[in-house]
């Protein structure tokens, strides 16, 4: 009846015995996994190049005079495949091969940290004999060694498959480990002087040698996930637990706004260890070792369990009860709210808790003084009345969800503004990546220079000073001609905020274009705040607050008094900040912020100490719970359930994974509400869900209210005679609140460097290694420099490393003019003298 | 020693190896004067695809060992593709007994240049690449020498005899490894990676160097081609065998008076060039042999009337291969010469696939132990099961040419065996050797 013509790409083979179609190009191995026959393998991983290295899968396939490995073998019209399951040949191929590997296996799984979810151990017991006929020595090797500062290799356990490696090179691009020396002396290693002119053992600790390069990926935790036996281990998780001792929960990663599903493993309240979760849609199985291994700040030892309050007689903090602190937090808001509260509940805010801020910043303290913004809002100098990047929040965020993972994978062009993928996003960085390589993605970088992570893209470079990214955008036929190609995407990141005219440019350039539009923030709260209305300029669902209506649709839903929400936008972070320090504003209702994250953390610092009355929500002792009259502890992410929205827009929901009695945000804002008698409904996230859900729709009209901002393209500054214009960004590991006092994760982070042109460094004298100072009023940076190819008179610098701390030692943002020295400044040594 | 009877030294037919004894034929103005760069100039008037056609017709088979057809291997190259074309010639003679490639590219460098520009004029290739072994140190040196010559007579070079054909012939010294005379190793080691084999398919002919066509032949057959452009495919094909066609050399070793290289007509046997090699030595009686090398499934002295072709001697239940020949008498002990084989292709298993580096650690220990006295009957039934799991599994030809050995050695000689485990021979190697033997 209806007889399906059989599609041109597929063929039909058979599997021991029975019929299967299957796509054509598909392995022979995946086809018998989609039916049920699991052939025993090593080397092979679905996401990376097959090697028919470890021999394991091998099968019988008819007419072949030798057994194939299905690993590599495509499938074929015709083709007649009989697997262990019905072949004597393949099931003793398999057999040898499984003895083999076994023969140099020190069989230590007992003390091993992967006994238990071994695919060599369980493959063994499917695959192997009883007992071992091998009567001989065993291969040893000096073990382990550390291949970097996290990660150990124990090379008499490895199986010499290759995924670590093929990995690395594959989807990381960085070939920091490869196969040394040959035969069964054949090793995984990482380049060290000893394989070339030493004693060639690879033994010793890796750094020994001056040519020695240490395994310092961002990505390195994946090859210990993927690794199939007990080669490759993480320093945080070695000896401290047995697979089947542990409860996995899957989880969502808080650290950016890539959205990568994880899997957090735990015991006894405690998490051990954390893997990528599965997500073909965003993380594949990769994640990024900040997301891996940057889970401690949760069990800190300044960790806050209990509110504190300032007492009033000796002015110090001190512990109190929940119904206390709540109080003194509930009377010292009411009475600051007609002086103002300014309310910045920072970016790691799950999409519950900032809404939760959102409707408590309205409804309770009648303002619409919010930012989670904690970070430069505007260039160095560009007036607070300019309010760029919130139009454009509103007008091209806020509600949109027009681009995907698989659309970055597939598009023909991508343009790269104000973002440094591997830094600031790394997993849409290894998708850039994967289009690159497999896809003949065209990657165009708007940037001060081809840094390694761009080069690892393939990318083209648009050079542009700081500050001149908008005049870039609007004016160069690169980039232009890179948005040619229908399906072309403009992926912006949240720095483009601090190029005055760059988001203006950038939506104008997508429109004449018809790229695609998305913007890319740094942490994981973000972009769930924008749509949750944590703006002077949004309600929650991207509502102007300037629409009367959207304002009464939202007072009806919230059942506000009428005229509680008001129609003028607020106080953004800088303003609030400003308000603070001046004493306009009565009180500050902060949520997680770190002073050292905003454009000026002396000013942050100040509007702190002066402000009347301060409310700190926090996990653990900061800048800001120091400085608080009120300092309520509240959950970390592990602790609570919530939901992350990724710069895609995609929900990353998820349950609390270790049961705890700490509060959420919303639940503590809620209580504070209750004793203001109003009923904010957000102690709960499953409440707040429904209540997200039953809002009235947010018609498009509303958001058309929302018009792209169009502020002038600016020009870069001139610097003058040993000047340059700062260029910066963070380093994916660095200095951040999350990843302070993890030694070992800090281990792997990028060195701090300046790096500064052939021209500064000729007129400055300065070789590569020498020490050269950055400074500005406000004070100095000494790193050693770097000569990079970067424009005349542009110098770069790690915004938040240890001894390259832009923002406090400098107080500017990218753009600003700063001075260069050579060496190191008189002055400070002369402090240091006295 | 007994000089040859006149029928025997009949079957010799200098081809390849016919300027070898003359005074400094490793010249060019000595080669020219030896018919040298005639064939050339009489291939670059023909058109490439009858040059292909000519080689087809001869009926010439790799001389690498494995006797692919040469005309079929040209064939596969894809013309008009738009992408450069590389010939690649395997000079990384490295397999134990094999000798033939060294002496020729010694004695007759040119012989291999002008081979090299006719098949690259054919296959439409304007690159050209010799991989020599690392330790042929002074074959490479003959070999760049007369590269330079070529290129200072118009050889080499641009515009080639006024031919408007392009060629430039790069010598290139490996490092010393063995897997790299397995064509996509060698291909690996040549873009400046690690010497391993790729993944096949896809082929050569179709992504080999740099993911481009590539021809890869042997030294041999490379050199063989200039003669069947000069004597034609009839000529070719009067020496040999239907089917396997033409002059070999066959390299003798071991117990002979006189051991060399003897080119005959594919076919001969064992016998005839134990002859033409002024026969066994004094005292020794032939007790085994390898008929191309140490990979090939060793035969004994019932098989020295066997026809030395690809077709008889498989039919003997071994391989042709490399026609290295390695005679051993009754003074020899089979054991011990498997334990030295193993030895080297252990040491020279890339370490890719799980089969040769684990099975060939293995099956060496094994070795030591029963040469140390210490074997056990058991022993041996694992080193037959160890080698069929490596013969055929493995990623490459390298752990199929060390398991052979084993097996081959286990057949006809197992009592050899189990003199050293049964104590009746003395053991070969101490105890001493086995300690920390790893």
Partial sequence: MTDVAKKTDQVTLTVDGIEVTAEKGELVIRVAERMGVAIPRFCDHPLLAPAGACRQCLVEVEGQRKPVASCTQTVAEGMVVKTQLSSPVAAKAQAGIMEMLLINHPLDCPTCDKGGECPLQNQAMSTGRAESRFKEEKREYQKPIHISSQVLLDRERCVLCQRCTRFSEEIAGDKFIDLMDRSSGEQINVYRDDFFGGDGTGDGEVGDGEGDVPFNSYFSGNTIQICPVGALTGEQYRFRARPFDLVSSPSACEHCASGCAQRTDHRRGKVLRRLAGDDPAVNEEWNCDKGRWGFRYATATDRITTPLVRDAKTGELREASWSEALYAAAEGLKAAISRGVGVLPGGRLTVEDAYAYAKFARTVLGTNDIDFRARPLRATGTPVSVTEEADFLAAAVAGVTEVTYEQVENAPSVVLAGLEPEEESPILFLRLRKGHVKKKLKVTAVSPYLSRGLEKLGAALVAAVPGDEAHVLSTDSA???????????????????????????????????????????????????????????????????????????????????????????????????????????????????????????????????????????????????????????????????????????????????????????????????????????????????????????????????????????????????????????????????????????????RPSVARLGKDLAESLGLADGDLVTVSTVRGSVTLPAAITDLPPRVVWLPTNSPGSTVRRSLGVTAGAVVKLTAGVPGSILAEGAL | ??????????????????????????????????????????????????????????????????????????????????????????????????????????????????????????????????????????????????????????????????????????????????????????????????????????????????????????????????????????????????????????????????????????????????????????????????????????????????????????????????????IFSDQDCPVYNTWRWLEFYHH?????????????????????????????????????????????????????????????TLKWFRDDYLGYIEGRTAPRLSEKSLVGAH
């Fill in chain 1, 479 to 749: 980039v232009a001609e890179a948005l040619s190609a229908p399906g072309s995407l403009l992926i912006v990141g949240e720095r483009l905020a601090e190029a005055p005219g760059g988001l203006s440019a950038a939506a104008a350039l997508a429109a004449r274009s018809g790229a695609k539009l998305a913007w890319v923030p740094r942490r994981a709260g973000d972009r769930g705040a924008v749509d949750a209305g944590c703006l002077p300029n949004l309600l929650p669902g991207g509502r102007p607050v300037t629409d009367a209506a959207a304002r009464a649709a939202l007072s009806l839903a919230w059942k506000a008094e009428p005229g509680v929400l008001h129609g003028t936008p607020g106080r953004d972070t800088d303003r609030i900040i400003a308000g603070a320090a001046d004493g306009t504003l009565g009180a500050l209702l902060v949520g997680g912020v770190d002073p050292a994250d905003l454009a000026d953390p002396k000013l942050a610092e100040e509007a702190l100490d002066a402000v009347p009355f301060l409310v700190s929500l926090e996990i653990r002792q900061s800048a800001v719970t120091r400085r608080a009259d009120v300092v309520l502890p509240i959950a970390p992410a592990v602790e609570k359930a919530g939901t992350y929205m990724d710069w895609e827009g995609r929900l990353r929901s998820f349950d609390a994974v270790l049961k705890s009695t700490a509060m959420t945000d919303g639940r503590v804002l809620e209580a504070i509400a209750a004793l203001l008698d109003v009923t904010l409904n957000t102690g709960d996230v499953h409440a707040i869900r429904r209540e997200l859900g039953s809002l009235p729709g947010n018609a498009s009209p509303n958001r058309a209210a929302s018009t792209v901002p169009s502020v002038a393209a600016a020009r870069a500054a001139e610097p003058g005679e040993h000047e340059a214009v700062l260029a910066t960004w963070h380093h994916l590991i660095d200095l951040g609140s999350l990843l302070d006092g993890d030694q070992v994760l800090a281990g792997t982070a």
């Fill in chain 2, 1 to 326: 020693m007994t000089q040859p009877r006149p029928e025997v030294l009949q079957k010799l037919t200098p081809v390849l190896t016919k300027r070898w004894l003359s005074p400094d034929a490793w010249q060019i103005g000595v080669y020219e004067r030896l018919d040298g760069y005639l064939a050339l100039r009489k291939a670059l008037d023909v058109h490439p695809d009858d040059l292909i056609q000519l080689i087809k017709d001869s009926g010439l088979r790799g001389r690498g060992g494995a006797g692919f057809p040469t005309g079929l291997k040209w064939g596969f190259i894809p013309q008009g593709d738009g992408k450069p074309h590389y010939l690649v010639i395997n000079a990384d003679e490295g397999e134990p007994g094999t000798c033939k490639d060294l002496p020729l590219m010694t004695y007759d460098p040119h012989s291999l240049v002008e081979g090299a520009i006719i098949a690259s004029y054919a296959i439409r290739a304007n690159r050209a690449f010799i991989y020599i072994r690392g330790e042929a140190v002074h074959a490479a040196r003959r070999l760049r020498h007369a590269v330079q010559e070529a290129y200072a007579k118009g050889f080499l070079g641009k515009n080639i005899l006024g031919s408007g054909f392009d060629l430039d012939l790069v010598v290139h010294s490996g490092a010393g490894a063995y897997i790299c005379g397995e064509e996509t190793a060698l291909l690996d080691s040549l873009e400046g990676f690690r010497g391993q084999p790729r993944l096949r398919p896809p082929f050569p002919a179709i992504a080999g160097l740099y993911a481009s066509p590539t021809v890869v032949n042997n030294v041999g057959t490379i050199a063989s081609v200039p003669y069947i452009v000069l004597g034609g495919a009839d000529w070719w094909k009067s020496m040999g065998t239907e089917k396997s066609a033409g002059p070999m050399i066959y390299s003798l070793s071991g117990r002979v008076v006189n051991p060399g290289q003897y080119e005959c007509g594919l076919g001969i046997t064992l016998r005839e060039l134990i002859e033409l090699a002024g026969g066994m030595q004094p005292g020794h009686e032939l007790k085994f042999w390898t008929p191309g090398g140490s990979s090939t499934p060793i035969l004994t002295a019932e098989h020295i009337d066997t026809p030395m072709d690809f077709e008889g001697v498989a039919a003997a239940g071994s391989i042709l291969g490399t026609t290295a020949m390695q």
């Fill in chain 2, 348 to 408: 020279e298993s890339c370490g890719k696939c799980t089969p040769c580096r684990e099975g060939n650690y293995w099956m060496v220990r094994t070795y030591r132990r029963i040469l140390a006295g210490q074997g056990t009957v058991a022993d041996l039934d694992t080193l037959q099961d160890t080698a069929d799991n490596i013969f055929g599994r493995s990623f490459c030809g390298l752990g199929d040419g060390a398991a052979t050995p084993v097996v081959s």
